[in-house]
């Protein structure tokens, strides 16, 4: 081997060169020289320009600014319209309803993917300890999950209280039933399946189709995701109260001079529960 061989290379000008981890079609771009001959600012002999990178970070400073000029508040900052205080303190019924009840039953309780509990007619049928129940513990065999602090939620007895009066007291109304006595809300006892299938006949396909698989009027009652996302109990409530949001009318409403009697709702109630899958019919094959 020659002395020549031994010779250090002749290094490369900085910024001749940049590590790439792209594909070997990408080209390797080598920052220009300045016209005194030297390389750019660096950073690390890569190449990196670091005029560039503050002029980078000056424009990202400046658009933080714009963005927080406009009333975005940075992260951990109230917004506007937050609750003061400490949240398990919170009592004011608007407010609680707002951030925890309105995303299912809706602005003012007007309904949504739940029930309305703006109802009249619902609130005469769910007394006090049904509300704080549900509240509370949530409704087992639905999407209503518990929100008192007692069953794992986020809510005290006293905020639990907060809403139960403040619906009572801004929805409820002594004359909803227009003097006929509702169904009971709960059942009496199970229901015949075989009879609800006539009972569903009578009062419910006109609207919801024959087998309850829906029609222009209606929708599909006997859907398998839907009778898996509610409970015995929430078809029964469905049937007496109906939902007025969507036109759906109460038990007396279906065939007109016919209210429906408790027996013949817990025979719907039965037939309907009967539709519902097994749980490993939801899963289906893998």
């Known amino acids: 081997?020659?002395?020549?061989d031994l010779?250090?290379?002749?290094?490369?000008?900085?910024?001749s060169f940049r590590p790439s981890l792209a594909l070997a079609a990408d080209p390797v771009v080598t920052p220009p020289s300045r016209d005194d001959g030297h390389a750019p600012s660096s950073l690390l002999g890569l190449g990196l320009d670091c005029g560039a990178i503050i002029r980078s970070t000056q424009v990202v400073s400046a658009l933080a600014a714009v963005i927080l000029s406009a009333g975005c508040a940075p992260p951990g900052r109230p917004?506007?319209?937050?609750?003061?205080?400490?949240?398990d303190q919170v009592t004011d019924f608007a407010v609680l309803f707002r951030t925890n009840c309105a995303g299912c039953h809706g602005a003012e309780g007007r309904g949504?993917?739940?029930l309305a509990l703006a109802d009249p007619v619902y609130l005469a049928i769910a007394d006090e300890s049904v509300l704080t129940a549900a509240i509370r513990s949530g409704v087992a065999g639905s999407l209503m999950p518990a929100f008192g602090q007692s069953a794992g939620g986020l809510l005290t007895d006293d905020q639990v209280t907060a809403l139960v009066r403040g619906m009572r007291s801004r929805w409820a109304r002594p004359d909803a039933l227009r003097g006929a006595t509702a169904p009971p809300y709960g059942a009496q006892g199970p229901g015949d399946a075989a009879r609800g299938a006539q009972v569903f006949q009578t009062f419910c396909a006109?609207?919801?189709?024959q087998g309850g698989q829906g029609s222009p009027k209606a929708s599909a009652i006997t859907n398998g995701a839907f009778l898996s996302l509610i409970s015995n109990q929430g078809l029964r409530t469905t049937v007496i109260v109906g939902r007025p949001e969507l036109g759906a009318p109460d038990w007396r409403g279906n065939v007109p001079g016919r209210p429906m009697t408790s027996a013949e709702i817990g025979d719907v109630v039965a037939w309907l529960v009967a539709q519902r899958p097994h749980p490993l019919h939801l899963q289906g094959s893998r």
């Open 206 to 209: 006109g609207c919801h189709g």
């Open 79 to 87: 917004v506007a319209g937050a609750p003061e205080g400490i949240p």
């Open 7 to 15: 010779a250090a290379p002749t290094p490369k000008r900085l910024g």
């Open 1 to 4: 081997m020659s002395r020549g």
């Open 112 to 114: 949504g993917a739940a």
